[in-house]
Every structure is written in structure tokens, then in C-alpha cells.
């Protein structure tokens, strides 16, 4: 089983400010990741797939990077609605065993 | 837009069968285009995904629900259901059903429904 880990647990960031969220996988999944971001009680929203490409109707300060072993997801000037938790997801098995980080809690600072 | 809902029983028994149905709305879950997808989070805890269905009936599951594990399409009703058989307290989770493409490596969900809260308790 690829292990995600995701890095830091918490991040506690200003509004308008930068975050970087890392996200880790234990062996090279190519760029088979993708970003989601969850908030209670609602539906959980795709931020990014293939490690880079914006999913339709996201923001343009969501970013995402990194290949391999190694990912980040960077929100360039944040939002108060950006304050969620976030979740990345490795789909690099066929058959699919696909497993998701532990999430990386975005606070208001 | 494809709009997904869950719906079932909030509350099962230990030692019994959790089965929560999914409605697809929008689209269709006969498209070659896509697998049907349920994932969990435990409280507190991260997303499990427990596994899929593709319109033809093929499924895949999490090697380690597997043995417990059924999923399955009702094309009359536009719907795909889970099975989860032999419940513990761990099996409490959020349940959220997802939509995932099928072209190629694609593995990525979106959407997702809102998510069921699941207790299992006697």
C-alpha cells in the first residue's frame, strides 16, 4: 500500500497571505495525485488531479506541483473560505488501491 | 450538474449489515465514462476509500474491507449502493459516494455527495 503522509497537520495562516501544504507519498506515484478540500457538511470539493491541472471552476490561486514522491498544494493569497481541511490522494495502482493523506487542518491565524 | 446523495440507515447494529444507496442526479451511472466510488472517514480521523463500480458491474475494493466489502448498480434507479457486512465501532464513519473518471490512470473523484454520518452501536 502506498502511505501518503501530509505535512504540516496544521497550518495556521493570515487572510491574504501564502500556504503551502506538502503531501508525501512512500513510493513514486508519477503524477497521479489529486487535492481536495473539505469543509462540514459539505460535499468534499477537487482542487487539483494530475498533480498540477486546476479542476473546472477553481480558483487560479490554488496551485499544485511536484512529481514522483513529493507534492505540494499552494493557495497564493488566501481567502476566508479557503479555511478547510485538505486531503491529497495517490491513484497510481491498476487494479486501484487508491489512499488518501492524513490532511493538513488550514486556520485562520 | 451531476449532483450525488447518500441515504440510509444512520445508526447499525454491531454484528450487523451497513447498506447505504447512493442517487446519482444529472447524469447517467450507465456512462463508460466513469466509476462509482464510496469513501469514509472515521471521526477525527482521514478518507478510506473502500472501493468502485464500473456501469458494466466490474468492481474493485480496499484489500482490506474486501471480504466484507459489496458494491452494486441499480441502472432502473440511477443509484449504486455499498454493503458493509459484520460491522464493529470501527466501521463509524462519515460515507460519501463519488463520482471517478475512467480514462486511462484517471483516479480522480469529483463530485462527491455530502456524506452520511454512520454510527454503529448497539
Known amino acids: 500500500e502506498i502511505v501518503m503522509t501530509q505535512s504540516p497537520a496544521t497550518l495556521s495562516v493570515s487572510p491574504g497571505e501564502r500556504a503551502t501544504l506538502s503531501c508525501r507519498a512512500s513510493q513514486s506515484v508519477s503524477s497521479n495525485l489529486a487535492w481536495y478540500q473539505l469543509k462540514p457538511g459539505q460535499a468534499p470539493r477537487l482542487l487539483i488531479y494530475g498533480a498540477s491541472t486546476r479542476a473546472t471552476g477553481i480558483p487560479a490561486r490554488f496551485s499544485g506541483s511536484g512529481s514522483g514522491t513529493e507534492f505540494t498544494l499552494t493557495i497564493s493569497s488566501l481567502q476566508s473560505e479557503d479555511f478547510a481541511l485538505y486531503y491529497c490522494q495517490q491513484y497510481n495502482n491498476w487494479p486501484p488501491m487508491y489512499t488518501f493523506g492524513q490532511g493538513t487542518k488550514l486556520e485562520i491565524k | 450538474q451531476l449532483q450525488l446523495q447518500e441515504s440510509g440507515p444512520g445508526l447499525v447494529k454491531p454484528s450487523e449489515t451497513l447498506s447505504l444507496t447512493c442517487t446519482v442526479s444529472?447524469?447517467?451511472?450507465?456512462?463508460?465514462?466513469?466509476?462509482w466510488d464510496w469513501i469514509r472517514q472515521p471521526p477525527g480521523k482521514g478518507l478510506e476509500w473502500i472501493g468502485r463500480?464500473?456501469?458494466?458491474?466490474?468492481?474493485y475494493y480496499n484489500p482490506s474491507l474486501k471480504s466484507r466489502v459489496t458494491i452494486s448498480l441499480d441502472t432502473s434507479k440511477n443509484q449504486f449502493s455499498l454493503t458493509l457486512s459484520f460491522v464493529t465501532a470501527a466501521d463509524t464513519a462519515v460515507y460519501y459516494c463519488?463520482?471517478?473518471?475512467?480514462?486511462?490512470?484517471?483516479?480522480?473523484?469529483?463530485?462527491w455527495g455530502q456524506g452520511t454520518l454512520v454510527t454503529v452501536s448497539s
Open positions: 463519488a463520482r471517478g473518471a475512467a480514462a486511462g490512470t484517471a483516479g480522480w473523484l469529483d463530485p
Open positions: 444529472g447524469g447517467s451511472i450507465s456512462s463508460s465514462s466513469y466509476f
Open positions: 463500480v464500473y456501469y458494466s458491474g466490474s468492481t
